[in-house]
């Protein structure tokens, strides 16, 4: 056992710091180090120059486009894109629909979907939840009947993350409800968002923001060979996407960058009042979130090296959501605590860079604090509620 | 980076398993935590003959040259088997003094013996008045010609019944919690003076309160340099907290294997208890508990290794996280048994006192809190 980085990760380590300080745009900086949502041209701009340095799916294996990166690799340069608080690739291609194509999908849908997943020129969105399935998932109803030529889709997706951006949405459809379990009639289809029948309806969140939509199907025609793999194995291909997602949740960088923010904010006199740090409880809570954070680091660790001894991400991936998950609203709280009155104001147009310094109210990342706050409560539900993946753990790693 | 274990790290884990799962199930252990001397002298000589009380010694000294990740490995084993051989006391705790302190001559008269299994040690860390603070010592040694002459009070010295040497901290300057003018004397524990009262712990362990009334040494008993002994004193015990924190690692996770294997096997209302809900989220808690914990134990070995300066932090973070994440760990262990929970004849309940044991050893959760805070 060794914490020490050998000499190649260190050098590893330099390079993607070389690169984060020629190529991470100073506007998108800007806005990210102000809380500022990004854009959808933002967000494909800085993807298209991971992509172009050849850094776009740094899960994926070399033969489909990926980095082939070591987990440690993995590991430095999600710390070093958490440490600059550079924006992270959007899951849903790379991270989501990528490896269910590399790994589920025939030839001609790998060569076809996986070039513009890599660079970007495709934004796709996920289809699971339904209005009547929630963390019932198997429930779902949005039904595709088996023509001639196309399957006829109709029904509505629902907590559609940025689906009014999206060219394409990756569903769970009900394709037959004549199956001994409901999980055995579902399959999983590849969907353009341009196509007839196809509509999207915001859902304006908790704070006021307009993040996840519904997605209604209505006499949708989808083509046969946007089926990926085989017809009523969609659960099971589903349930491997969501452990990688879960994977994905544990989000230590981002945490360990609020964190660090979260010290210094607090370590400051705001107006020449007492700086948090100074109240005890204050502190004594701040260091229990860094343990927490501490050990959540070495538990992915842990992971991503029996990842990369061979064993796929399994149920364990639960553990990591569940941690990952109440880590983030630790420090939401704490962020919402310190900030004390200063998370009231209510003002989402100085969210803006070109807001007036003057007009603005209170202090611009301490107002944030409380809507962060709100919308992160999702975290704990989205992607299997943590009850959810109580209930897999129990099943699937303590075996009752 | 690099998680695995070498060769010698993995047999010596696998020697000690093996031990335990043939050699000393539960039954065998209280009976002989209900022996005479509350372990086994001749099981300590096995572990002599293994190679297990040579372990952290340098090879110098007739040791192995085992590190943290050894220690590790080895005190996680033994918390698995609840073993009361008292390997804290004289390896990790008197040991760690006398291989950082000890001359040449004070190795041959006691470090080979502790190595050998032929002498018991202890480390006398606590005064009645200091609570969990190290540094606080009252006890006085006054140079009297070529000698030094002891007063004073020492509590809860683990191992301290024992017939071979005390480690007996004393101050030979300055106030009683000044971290300089503490002397570490190696005090034979016969010597005239000495009062003992010896104790069974609640964990079946063993300690003493040992009063020294005018008890005279050589100077030639002086360990390292007198009047800075609180660095080899700081360091063993940042040690021996390192070391319980593994063996409790060991623990919580025998408790977390146990209840879940107990919630499938105990019926009620005609089903095993591991399929209600309200059991199954709290099992898994508690396996989140032993993961996260696991974690800060590798972490913590892993930056001991290095020699990083953060060592220290990473030892109150651990220890922070057993008193907290652990003793759920342990307390839903014994909740889940239910009354059988509760009862002397079930590992569960042994294990969880020698938990507790071990969370208030060496400063609680509260404490290393606050030193982790002192320390960021």
């Avoid at chain 1, 490896?99 to 996920?126: A, H, T």
């Amino acid at each position: 056992m060794d914490i020490i980085f050998s000499e190649e990760e260190l050098a590893f380590q330099q390079d993607v710091r070389t690169f984060l300080k020629e190529k991470y745009t100073d506007d998108i900086r800007k806005k990210q180090d102000s809380g500022i949502p990004l854009s959808r041209d933002d967000m494909i701009r800085w993807q298209k120059i991971l992509y172009e340095q050849g850094w776009a799916a740094v899960n994926w294996p070399v033969e489909n486009g990926g980095t082939g990166w070591t987990p440690i690799q993995q590991y430095i340069f999600d710390n070093e894109i958490g440490a600059a608080n550079a924006p992270e690739f959007l899951p849903f291609g790379v991270k989501m629909i990528g490896p269910i194509i590399y790994m589920f999908g025939n030839d001609e849908q790998k060569q076809r979907f996986l070039p513009d997943i890599l660079s970007s020129d495709v934004w796709w969105c996920q289809g699971y939840s339904e209005p009547g399935s929630g963390s019932d998932l198997a429930s779902l109803k949005t039904k595709a009947e088996k023509q001639a030529d196309h399957y006829l889709v109709n029904g509505t997706k629902t907590w559609t993350t940025i689906a009014q951006h999206a060219d394409w949405i990756f569903c769970l459809v009900r394709t037959s409800s004549d199956v001994a379990r409901r999980q055995e009639g579902i399959s999983f289809l590849l969907i353009d968002m341009h196509t007839p029948g196809v509509s999207v309806k915001p859902i304006i969140t908790i704070d006021g923001v307009q993040e996840i939509n519904e997605v209604h199907f209505e006499n949708v025609k989808v083509p046969l060979e946007n089926l990926v793999g085989e017809e009523g194995k969609g659960w099971t291909y589903g349930k491997v996407l969501l452990q990688h997602e879960r994977t994905n949740m544990a989000t230590v960088p981002r945490s360990k960058y609020r964190l660090n923010r979260l010290k210094e904010q607090a370590g400051q006199s705001v107006h020449g009042g007492v700086p948090c740090l100074d109240d005890p409880d204050f502190a004594r809570k701040l260091a229990a979130a860094e343990i927490e954070l501490k050990a959540l680091e070495y538990t992915e660790l842990r992971t991503l090296a029996a990842v990369a001894i061979g064993k796929a991400p399994g149920p364990e991936s639960s553990i990591l959501k569940i941690k990952g998950t109440m880590v983030q609203q630790m420090l939401d709280e704490l962020l919402l605590d310190a900030a004390g009155y200063y998370a009231l104001p209510y003002v989402p147009e100085q969210y803006d860079l070109e807001f007036p310094n003057s007009e603005r109210i209170g202090h611009g990342a301490e107002t944030k604090s409380s809507l962060k706050y709100f919308n992160n409560r999702k975290a704990s539900i989205y992607g299997g509620s943590n009850e959810i993946q109580k209930n897999v753990v129990a099943k699937h790693v303590l075996g009752l | 980076m690099d998680f695995s274990l070498s060769e010698e790290q993995s047999m010596l884990a696998d020697s000690i398993a093996r031990f335990i799962d043939n050699d000393y199930d539960f039954e065998k252990r209280q009976e002989i935590a209900e022996s005479e001397k509350g372990y086994s002298p001749e099981l300590w000589q096995t572990y002599a003959e293994l190679g297990w009380t040579a372990v952290p010694f340098a090879e110098d000294d007739g040791g192995l040259g085992g590190g943290p990740i050894e220690l590790m490995l080895m005190m996680e084993q033994f918390g698995r088997g609840l073993i009361v051989e008292p390997f804290l006391a004289t390896i990790v705790l008197a040991g760690g003094v006398l291989r950082r302190t000890a001359s040449a001559e004070q190795k041959e008269q006691w470090l080979s013996g502790i190595i050998e299994g032929n002498i018991q040690a202890a480390l006398a860390f606590s005064e009645p008045q200091g609570r969990f603070e190290i540094a606080d010592i009252a006890t006085s040694a006054k140079a009297d010609g070529d000698k030094y002459v002891l007063n004073g009070q020492k509590n809860l010295v683990l191992n301290g019944g024992n017939d071979d040497l005390l480690i007996i901290p004393a101050r030979t300057s300055g106030s009683q919690s000044d971290e300089n003018g503490i002397s570490l004397f190696a005090v034979a524990a016969d010597s005239t003076g000495i009062e003992r009262k010896c104790y069974a712990t609640v964990d079946a362990h063993h300690a003493a309160d040992i009063t020294l009334k005018d008890v005279h040494v050589d100077a030639a008993a002086v360990l390292g340099e007198v009047g800075q002994g609180f660095a080899t004193l700081q360091a063993v015990i940042d040690e021996a907290t390192f070391a319980v924190c593994a063996e409790a690692v060991g623990i919580m996770q025998s408790m977390h294997d146990k209840t879940v294997e107990y919630s499938k096997n105990r019926v009620q209302f005609g089903v095993p208890i591991g399929t209600f809900q309200a059991l199954q989220h709290r099992m898994v808690d508690t396996l989140m508990a032993c993961e996260q914990t696991n974690s800060l134990l590798l972490w913590t070995a892993m930056v001991k290794t290095a020699g990083d300066p953060d060592a220290r932090k990473a030892i109150s973070a651990l220890k922070y996280q057993i008193g907290t994440a652990g003793r759920n760990v342990a307390q839903e262990a014994v909740q889940i048994h239910g009354a059988m929970g509760v009862t002397w004849e079930m590992d569960i309940a042994h294990y969880f006192k020698r938990f507790t044991a071990i969370e208030l050893l060496f400063g609680n959760a509260d404490f290393h809190l606050n030193r982790y805070i002192e320390l960021s």
